[in-house]
């Protein structure tokens, strides 16, 4: 339902590469046959709960207006996604930030099915609104269930697309003739059992082969994008993956029919393992059937899959959420990285300081966090810049002073979305120290760097900085975020700090707090001003300012920093790097 914006990705199991999903050893009890005054009432109601989503898909996400939430959204809606978490409120929050960070997405639904009080969706989100194109974008299953013409549950299991697959074919299109006549109920139910027998003695141990071809049509048609068509191929790649890991299984979460289509749901799991290691994984099927046979499948799992060894690049790892994780750094000081933000923690007998709640649902856990750690009450939010993403939340906070760089003031005044603070208490210009009991917090703007607002939060007793955006651990900002970044201020700022005498630099995005990768990416803004100023200042003197911004477009060809060649996003993001720090000299930002 949501584009997720992440900054580091976890790397995957080769098993969540295909598989995506398997059997449960408590499978749904069969529908028991209805009357047909319960039929009609039931495909009644069916149609109508379709209606609802489609009103979700046409006006709320298409339309952007995520006031009809509070229409089609039961008050008490229970959440599944853990990015989603918090309520309506959350899911108008989370459906404007991607309004805003992809004005032209589009949510197109491939197909539909309803079963009782359940609708299920195949859809594509396509970040660019290129119509027609399958192949971009994100890949999604999501199942919601309906009372009393409300949304009261939700699930869902999204992927990248990839730019190839192994059968040829997109994620979303369908091979196999339509099916014109009408299903029945029994045939409904004799075709979950066919899944059911799959799952059960095929993709949970004993993973028996020997079934397939009595499940499998001989030339059946494949859209994962790692699986060919037809039986033999698929018995070649899970020969290998079974080898690999023979206890793979999972437990079925959700199952339904709708016509010849059956729709599954899953939790996949290590059979046997203390921990399971696949826990953040789900994954979701559709299978369409004819004569007791599945003829084509689709599927869509957490992981992306791409069809070879070595992944595209924008299928290489999954928007996998870690567990967030709260690490003390001294006494009283503690980092907490949950949703892939960083908040920096300090807890005093007069009251706890925090940063960058970032947004409502993560607040929440933060607030949960701490309450673990003292009833002490959070008295300051110092926000580390004026970034929406990292701003809000604040409202979890009601008794606390919300601190920030004198800028936020005019640039809250732009938000048209209700997604930062209600009102800044506390501003200044440089320079605001903070005593809070035993602890010092010292805040200093040393200049533009990731926004105008940039501010260094520094605790000088404990040698602990807390910085956002301005780099990551030995990898590239991505080339999608430069646009809002000033090389040239990152620089003046990262040389600054990197003089610092440090124990802990906690960055906006990652959960390590080495100083060491401050340093280094110090050095990278260091070396990418002075070999983008080596080739800049000789075209400035003989040609002047406006030949050099000619020329900036292309720099980035005379231009290489092989000594930085490993690091994450350095082929796709440096052409970008090189193009903003021109821009910082010779134009100011």
Known sequence: MYIQRVRRWVPILVIGLILSTVYAANPMPALAAAPADGLYARAYSEDANK??????????????????????????????????????????????????????????????????????????????????????????????????????????????????????????EELTPAVTEPVSEEEMERNKEVIRKLWAEFFNPPHNFDILPAIYGANHKEHNPGEPDGVDGLIEIFTGLFEQEPNFGAEILLLSADGPYVWLYNQPMIIGAEENPLAAGKGADIYKMADGKIIEHWDVILYPSPPAAEATETQQAAPQMPEPTMTQLDEGVYHYFGGFYSSLVVVTNEGVLITDPSNAARGEMLKQAIAELTDQPVTHIALTHEHYDHTGGTEIFPAAQVICHVACADIFQLDEYGLVPDEVDITFKTYLSIELGDKTVELHHLGPGDGVATTIIYLPKEQVVMSADLYEPRALTNALFMDDKNPLGVRKILNEVASWNLKHAINGHSPGTDPQDLREAAGYYEDLYQAVNAVLQPIIEQSGVTAAYGASFSLHEQISLPQYAEWGEYDTAFAKHVFRMAMGLMHGG
Request: no cysteine; aromatic share 10%.
């Open 51 to 172: 209606a609802i989503i489609q009103r979700l898909y046409d006006e709320a996400l298409n339309g952007r207006n995520v006031d009809l939430l509070d229409e089609l959204y039961a008050s008490d809606y229970t959440e599944h996604s853990e990015a989603l978490l918090g309520g309506v409120e959350v899911l108008k929050t989370t459906f404007l930030s991607n309004f805003n960070q992809f004005p032209d997405a589009i949510w197109e639904i491939k197909r539909m099915a309803a079963d009782d009080d359940l609708v299920w969706v195949h859809a594509q989100i396509n970040p660019t609104g290129e119509q027609g194109n399958e192949w971009v974008g994100l890949a999604i299953i999501e199942i919601y269930r309906l009372k009393d013409g409300r949304i009261v549950e939700h699930w869902e299991s999204q992927q990248y697309i990839p730019e190839e697959t192994v059968s040829g074919h997109t994620m979303f």
